[in-house]
């Protein structure tokens, strides 16, 4: 016994499948009791008629021909019926009750020699004819019998209190089915410091714990590999910087350009590591500064000036200070331009600035070759490249996207990619417009 309740408590499954059975078995006891109830309110007033029949001798004979209408009202209480009387010169009726018109009644069948079951309105009536009066005896209240729905609504809201006793307990059981998924959803943004909190021991017990492990082999391997990463990128910069004093004592040539276009291209990429990691890091810090957004973009852009299809801006006349890092936006701002130029096809790159009440919007549209659909919810991925060999082409290593997404993230905006292939793509940044202290 002991063993037996010991697997239903820490057993999930189990605790749902016995609430589930007893909910069930209280749902159709109460019913099923319900209805009886109800089957033997109605068989009894089904049996009034009978009673009638067989005892209509004697309720005529207490009455009397002619009658003692004390003696019928009398017996009207007793029986909580109505009694009608009439003759051609007199109607009499024991509770003034005129609303059937009894004349009019359907023979059912007979009782005796003189008394006949007559039916009106569904309605059953005993009538009988004595010495020439005529005695009418039916049910004094015709509406429903009140008992029958009192007993059916205690019945039904019976049930439904099982129920609703039932859904609280489904919904203790399964809260920390609910606080899981957020501990999930908190992992799965990156927040690898949340643990999901349990002193439950069964299941669902197991599987936070299983989580919460989870989520620290995650954070040490990610940590590792961010140590790593720093550590193999610090080591290579410097046999990069000898390769470079060394490539000085060269004679010029086509292959000594190709040689330090390689190398800019591997210091570009570390740098680009290494920003990225930092921007990685909780604990990260920005310099903000409250700056005209307007004309730092434009003076980032005035960068690429000499490109060969052109480049529209498009800004509002009025600028207004927005805080952020400059450094780190104009690595966003560039890394972009570059994308766009990348992959414009030299057409005209278009500049959008807007100002709105809470952020402002930085929007970069080329009319390129744009982005295939299966790779567009991936592009901004480390590493990710749509097409590997166009890349080997066109430059890049699958960071400059990462890397603007982190920076916006890291000052509390976001960053959009809309793009349709041989149509072009749009990149847009979103950057809180707020007051705020120059470090972050």
Not at 85 to 113: C, E, F, K, T
Not at 296 to 313: A, E, P
Request: hydrophobic share 40%; glycine share 4%.
């Amino acid at each position: 016994m002991n063993l037996t309740l010991q697997s239903i408590r820490y057993s999930l499954f189990l605790r749902l499948l016995m609430i589930f059975s007893i909910t069930v078995f209280i749902f159709f006891l109460i019913i099923s009791l319900s209805l009886r109830t109800i089957n033997k309110n109605v068989n009894a007033i089904e049996s009034i008629p009978d009673f009638f029949a067989r005892n209509v001798e004697s309720i005529i004979e207490d009455i009397g021909a002619p009658p003692n209408l004390r003696n019928a009202l009398r017996l009207a209480n007793e029986l909580e019926w109505s009694i009608t009387i009439s003759n051609p010169i007199m109607r009499w009726s024991s509770d003034g009750d005129n609303r059937l018109d009894l004349d009019a009644s359907l023979y059912v069948r007979r009782l005796s020699n003189d008394a006949e079951m007559h039916s009106i309105s569904g309605e059953d009536i005993i009538k009988v004819e004595r010495e020439g009066y005529v005695f009418y005896l039916y049910q004094r209240n015709s509406e429903p019998n009140n008992a029958n729905y009192i007993v059916l609504y205690v019945g039904v809201a019976l049930a439904v209190l099982a129920l609703f006793f039932n859904y609280l307990m489904v919904n203790r059981l399964l809260d920390p089915i609910r606080k899981l998924r957020f501990g999930a959803e908190r992992l799965k943004s990156g927040d690898l410091n949340f643990r999901v909190k349990t002193d439950r021991q069964d299941e669902l017990g197991e599987l936070t714990e299983s989580i919460n492990h989870m989520a620290d082999s995650l954070q040490s391997m990610l940590e590792a590999k961010r140590q790593l990463l720093l550590a193999i990128s610090h080591e290579v910069r410097t046999p990069l910087t000898k390769a470079k004093l060394r490539l000085e004592f060269i004679p010029d040539s086509d292959e000594k350009k190709e040689l330090n276009k390689d190398i800019d291209e591997i210091d570009h990429l570390i740098a680009d590591l290494i920003e990225a990691e930092r921007l990685n890091d909780e604990h990260v810090v920005l310099v903000k500064e409250n700056t005209l957004i307007t004309k730092f973009v434009t003076s980032v852009i005035d960068y690429f000036s000499d490109y060969r299809g052109g480049i529209q801006i498009n800004c509002p006349e009025t600028d207004s200070h927005v805080p952020i890092d400059k450094l780190r936006i104009r690595l966003l701002i560039t890394n972009l331009m570059n994308n766009a130029i990348r992959h414009g096809q030299n057409n005209a790159i278009e500049v959008n600035l807007l100002h709105l009440p809470e952020h402002v919007v930085i929007e970069i549209i080329d009319y390129g070759e744009g982005i295939a659909k299966e790779h567009l919810k991936h592009i901004s991925e480390p590493f990710y490249r749509a097409d590997s060999a166009r890349q080997r082409i066109t430059g890049g290593f699958g960071l400059g996207l990462y890397l603007c997404r982190l920076i916006a993230k890291a000052h509390g905006g976001a960053l959009n990619i809309e793009s349709e292939e041989n149509i072009g793509t749009k990149i847009s940044v979103t950057l809180p417009n707020t007051k705020a202290s120059d470090a972050y």
